[in-house]
């Protein structure tokens, strides 16, 4: 089985680093409050005024693709699926074109033992997965997850901003063992 995974909210924690790196930078920058801690993007979680998100990744951006933590298990998990006989396809809509982010992205991988097959930097994620016949999903985007979900099976990581992703083909996980467990039993 070939196997699409996501970085960024299932590989990481995007949305702890959204909340306390962005608490952080509100503080710093005199922004009254956390508008909406179930947002997906900075600018949902935070009321920024017009730019000021670009000013959060000009501060965090080199921290945060380089040192920001797997989830617990990924690494192993991952290493689990390879060793079934799975083709593991890491598919990213980070954008490469940011001095050096392509290999910071491949560094990382590297220094936290993810195993892949194919390293994609795409925001067409549907696209990728009906060309290279990719049979199963591992997304947290909820407009990337409806779209996919319609062709292939999506493993849902659960996330506070992807609450609203049920429907056909998405399945709901909570940890890398949980993905592990349901991807046993369905595909076996």
Known sequence: MKIG????????????FYLDYGAKFA??????????PDGYEIEDILDLEEGAHKEFWEKYDDY????????????EIIKKLKDNGNEIHI???????????????????????????????TD?????????????????NSNTIFK???LIPVICFDNRYNQNCKGNNIIR???????YSKIKKIWK
Do not use: H, Q
């Not at 995974?5 to 702890?16: A, C, E, F, H």
């Not at 940011?98 to 195993?115: R, V």
């Not at 067409?124 to 947290?140: A, G, S, V």
């Not at 996980?173 to 993905?179: G, K, L, V």
């Open 64 to 75: 945060y693709t380089k040192n920001v933590y797997t989830r617990e298990f990924a690494s």
């Open 91 to 121: 598919i990213t809509a980070r954008n490469p074109k940011y001095e050096n982010g392509e290999n910071w992205t491949i560094d990382w991988l590297k220094e936290n033992s993810i195993y892949y097959d194919k390293l994609v930097f």
């Open 27 to 36: 503080f710093e920058n005199n922004i009254d409050k956390i508008l909406n």
């Open 148 to 150: 996919i979900s319609k």
């Open 5 to 16: 995974i996501d970085i960024d909210g299932v590989l990481t924690d995007i949305s702890r």
């Open 124 to 140: 067409k994620k549907l696209e990728y997965c009906k060309c290279n016949n990719i049979d199963l999903m591992i997304e947290d």
């Open 173 to 179: 996980c909570y940890s890398w063992y949980d993905i």
